[in-house]
């Protein structure tokens, strides 16, 4: 049996406009749900006390010190490699073998799922280099996990600048790495910005490489090779030993915002960047 | 060297870091799990379900049944959700909600995987103990929680499949009297099926190798599930159970899992890979 086209029409968009619907109502659920028994546990008190009784009382201070500190790591290892990569990806050379390499190098890095970069940092720094859980070991493999981000951000908005801009430059005889320095990247800069905002709402909220790597010592980390519990690690603890849901709720809260925050500006950054170009 | 071929030699070495930390990865997972693999033996290994790594049995094949399974139940709820949901964007909705929707799913796939666990563990989990019966933990509420998860990855990409289709298709077919619903599913979805297929192996690869959330729901039993709600060990969950007590052979057990999750990982991402250079 045939049914009438506008008859099969009209059932298929119910059904899809219901899913949705579903699909919506689940994401604004968890926000929700974080935002109203997370939001009251945020007092000032809970951002500047650090935890006591292994989370059960206290703040999460030295929980933030450690989260800035990693990921502020991770951004400064990774970024001169990521936009290094795609300055070169899009200035140097024409699409070749090597250039293809590259990009499936950093498709691939980008696929790789965090616990197994969690194995790796494991082994490589906090054993064999002996950094032991570390802010550093941390970082390091942080810098990793975000370095296909940074390149391909970079990349897209380095690509988006004009071509016109180059050929000016190089007819006022400058030379390409004047050009690329002075014109090419301030240009491109509110993209890169996106990718590396992007990169460091990532690094907040990852949690398997980190409990492998830094560790989950709940001391503020001072040096380096301190370890050091980030904010997603703690929530994670909390969470999972039920030490304290008012905590765990609250942990939740300050993470999805800033996360959310930061995605945010990030987006806005790229849509100005495509619209000021196309 | 001129000062310009010096440049291009930095750039060329800092745009190899990608590739080289791939293979770095690579080799150090292999050079720890390799010596467990020749010891047990590769079938031993993989379709063995005895695992007790204190007494020297180190089987995974629970385990990777586990991974599989809970995959596809992602699979089977994430796909036609955000299919649905692509579909209604790119094809059906006015332009406005468009322009606000496409964006606030994209920023929803920023929340970590610990808060959907813990929603899982707060929320699903004691639903389905109540509702349908078993501990709660199980193969169901993971399967629940993934595919969740990997709805942002399914629509976004998808979106960008289907605007890629030119309107000349979707005009032409609406002139020779088709109807929207026609159009979109004789049409667009035919000439958008590499993209969307890219989508789902990739919302798969983020299902498989996710850790956190699944560590939360999935309750973490040792066994072959019988049923959607026995409690289940993917291979992520494994390595991160029991990665921080670790020692001698049992740790290297634990990279030979990690291998296997890679292999898988890397397959998908190749096949995916593959199709977009296709198209």
């Known amino acids: 049996m045939r049914l009438d086209p506008r008859i099969s029409q009209t059932l298929a968009k119910t059904v899809l406009w219901a899913f949705t619907a579903i699909t919506l109502m689940i994401l604004v659920f968890i926000i929700i749900n974080i935002a109203v028994k997370g939001l009251p546990q945020l007092t000032p008190q809970f951002l500047t006390q650090n935890p006591e009784d292994m989370g059960r009382a206290g703040g999460i201070f030295s929980c933030i010190v450690a989260t800035v500190y990693i990921t502020v ?5 990774a970024s001169p490699l990521g936009v290094g990569t795609a300055i070169y990806l899009t200035e140097y050379t024409l699409e070749s073998r090597i250039t293809r390499v590259i990009r499936f190098g950093a498709e691939c890095l980008a696929g790789v799922p965090s616990i197994i970069l969690g194995l790796f940092g494991f082994v490589l720094f906090v054993m064999k280099l002996g950094f032991g859980w570390s802010v550093l070991s941390g970082g390091l493999t942080l810098a990793i996990m975000v370095l296909p981000t940074i390149i391909r951000t970079s990349e897209e908005a380095i690509k988006a600048v004009p071509q016109e801009y180059r050929q000016v430059c190089l007819s006022l005889g400058l030379s390409q790495w004047q050009t690329i ?24 909220g990852e949690t398997a490489v980190l409990l492998f790597t830094a560790g989950a010592a709940l001391r503020t980390p001072l040096s380096l090779f301190d370890s050091g519990r980030t904010m997603a690690v703690h929530f994670y603890i909390l969470a999972r030993e039920g030490l304290s849901m008012p905590n765990a709720y609250g ?18 950054l790229m849509q100005r960047l495509m619209k000021r170009y196309s | 060297m001129s000062q310009g071929k010096f440049i291009e030699r930095v750039l060329l070495f800092l745009a190899l870091s990608a590739i080289g930390c791939l293979a770095l990865i690579t080799i150090f997972i292999f050079k720890e799990g390799m010596p467990l693999i020749w010891h047990t033996g590769l079938t031993d290994f993989l379709f063995s379900s005895h695992w007790a790594p204190t007494r020297g049995h180190f089987g995974i094949g629970a385990m990777i049944i586990s991974s599989l399974l809970v995959t596809l139940g992602a699979l089977v709820l994430g796909v036609p959700l955000g299919l649905a949901c692509a579909i209604i964007l790119a094809e059906f909705s006015p332009p406005r909600l468009k322009t606000i929707l496409k964006p606030t799913l994209e920023l929803l796939a920023g929340i970590p995987s ?6 899982g563990v707060i929320w699903l989990v004691p639903l389905i103990r109540d509702h349908l019966g078993g501990p709660g ?36 077919s609406m002139a020779l009297g088709a109807t929207q619903w026609q159009t979109v599913r004789r049409v667009v979805l035919p000439a958008a099926s590499s993209g969307i297929v890219t989508a789902i192996i990739l919302g798969m690869g ?41 020692s001698g052979r049992h740790r290297e057990a634990l990279f030979a899992t990690g291998i296997v999750l890679f292999v898988i990982i890397m397959i998908l991402n190749l096949s995916a890979t593959l199709i977009t250079r296709r198209r």
């Open chain 1, 73 to 77: 790591l991770a951004i400064v290892l």
């Open chain 1, 181 to 204: 320095t002075r014109i090419v990247l301030p240009s491109a800069l509110p993209g890169i910005t996106t990718g590396i905002m992007l990169s460091v709402g990532r690094s907040i």
């Open chain 1, 251 to 268: 942990t939740a809260a300050i993470l999805v915002i800033s996360i959310l925050l930061i995605n945010l500006t990030a987006y806005t």
């Open chain 2, 114 to 119: 610990v808060v959907y666990g813990f929603l």
């Open chain 2, 137 to 172: 933990l199980s193969l169901l509420a993971g399967a629940v929680i993934l595919g969740i998860m990997i709805l942002p990855t399914v629509v976004s990409i998808s979106i960008d499949a289907l605007g890629a289709v030119p309107d000349l298709y979707r005009d032409g």
């Open chain 2, 206 to 246: 983020r299902a498989v190798g996710e850790t956190m959330a699944v560590i939360m729901v999935a309750g973490n039993a040792l066994k072959i599930p019988t049923s959607i709600l026995d409690p289940v060990r993917t291979l992520t969950s494994n390595i991160a159970l029991e990665l921080g007590y670790a």
